[in-house]
């Protein structure tokens, strides 16, 4: 880890995060005194579901250790503060939480792709053949019905980290 700049958590993975949510406390309690943010992959469920989570709320107070916290989605952006709210009876305003330790920003930052950017890409790799099963694919996916399927079917996992980037199911 360099001497300075920011600590930034979330896993590569769409799976664990959780796991990794008290982390920034721990760096806290380690003695790293830096910036910290935590981008969650996986969606923020509303308060009483995050309630079933065993210590849930020792769990809840140390993500207030970070100083950023990221959401994919407006709901999931809304659902954090909700659970702040009805459980520590704190309030967010303007995207920031304060308390004891300080404030935590929460920000929305969505990720995702152009299915059909996506789908032009692969063909340049592929076959004649191969890119006409592409484009069929992709003017099946804009049928409302089974679009849901195609994008859960080509986008489980994309690896950017190569030249060409990897994808995996």
């Known amino acids: 880890m360099q001497r300075s700049g920011a600590v930034w958590v979330g896993s590569s993975e769409n799976r664990g995060d959780g796991t990794l949510l008290p982390l920034g406390a721990r760096l806290h ?8 943010g935590f981008f969650l992959h996986t969606p ?8 079933r989570v065993p210590n849930h709320r020792e769990l809840m107070k140390s993500t ?5 916290l990221g959401f ?12 702040l709210r009805t459980h520590f009876g704190l309030e967010t305003r303007d995207g920031v939480v304060t308390t004891e330790r300080g404030q ?3 920000k929305k930052f969505p990720i995702g792709i152009d299915p059909k950017q996506f789908a032009d890409y692969l063909a340049a790799d592929l076959s004649s053949a191969e890119q006409e099963k592409v484009r069929q694919a992709w003017k099946a996916s804009r049928d409302p019905g089974l679009r849901s399927a195609w994008t859960g079917l080509i986008t489980p996992r994309v690896s950017t980290s190569g030249s060409k980037g ?3 199911c």
């Open 44 to 51: 923020w469920s509303e308060p009483d579901m995050v309630e």
């Open 166 to 168: 990897s994808i995996s």
């Open 64 to 68: 207030l250790k970070y100083d950023l």
């Open 104 to 106: 935590t920003r929460l």
């Open 29 to 36: 309690e380690l003695g790293i005194d830096r910036p910290t």
């Open 72 to 83: 994919q989605t407006n709901r999931d952006l809304n659902n954090y503060p909700a659970y």
